[in-house]
């Protein structure tokens, strides 16, 4: 048992090791000056407004969001500096254990990460690459501009990318029309948009789990008289292809 805990140990050590190198491509990164200043997709000829432009409406609903996304994905979100390492320990643990990748352990920070190396291959190169990136993404940016990066660029399968051209393409909504089904629809997608989008059962049951630990969480008043409905979700949109 002493040699199994040494193993595992060493293992994270080496691992940590590795991510606080630094790493020397820099096209990854974007120049914390302008890559929040974004315009968001086009759908159907009506241009989104950028961030700075959404009605209040847009950005309670935005506000929300983030905090369901938070208590779902990583509830230490604001407490990290990119890898989460109690996550990472469990992750290892239970991967060792199956003698195969099982478990992320991934945080926010590093989903975002996996989404600009573009790059989601079950590997431990991928992974110690993913986690390098996460940590000078923290490095260089303050958590709002990391959870406004990652809402505009993580993926919601076929060929939408954001949560205003997933808004749009599903619901034929923009962000600031969504309902609290919705918003919880789009975060179930998060973990596996295409098998989700193949199988509504699979996908309703997942956001029934999702809507049962934001209640039992007690953080959010908005749910407290609602037991929400989910309708099937529109995979003929134009923006959607399966891949």
Request: proline fraction near 2%; glycine fraction near 4%.
């Amino acid at each position: 048992m002493g040699n199994k805990n040494s193993s595992q140990e060493k293992y994270i050590r080496a691992y940590i090791r590795f991510c606080l190198k630094p790493m020397h491509s820099k096209s990854i990164l974007l120049n914390p000056s302008s890559q929040l200043n974004f315009i968001h997709p086009t759908w159907q000829g009506t241009q989104i407004k950028s961030v700075e432009q959404k009605s209040k409406n847009g950005e309670e609903v935005i506000v929300l969001f983030k905090r369901f996304l938070i208590c779902i994905e990583d509830k230490r979100f604001y407490k990290h500096r990119g890898l989460d390492f109690r996550g990472i320990l469990r992750a290892i643990l239970k991967n060792l254990k199956a003698r195969k990748i099982v478990q992320g352990g991934s945080t926010l920070t590093q989903q975002l990460a996996r989404r600009l190396l573009k790059d989601n291959c079950k590997s431990i190169r991928r992974k110690l690459r993913e986690s390098r990136l996460a940590l000078q993404l923290e490095k260089n940016h303050n958590k709002a501009e990391i959870l406004d990066l990652y809402l505009e660029k993580i993926y919601w399968g076929g060929n939408v990318f954001g949560i205003h051209d997933a808004a749009l393409t599903y619901f034929k909504k923009t962000v600031s029309e969504l309902s609290l089904s919705e918003i919880i629809q789009l975060i179930a997608l998060l973990r596996g948009p295409n098998l989700y989008l193949k199988n509504q059962l699979l996908l309703t049951q997942r956001c029934e789990l999702i809507q049962r630990t934001l209640k039992k969480s007690g953080q959010f008043s908005e749910l407290d008289h609602h037991n929400l409905y989910f309708n099937p979700i529109d995979t003929n949109a134009p923006n959607h292809k399966t891949i």
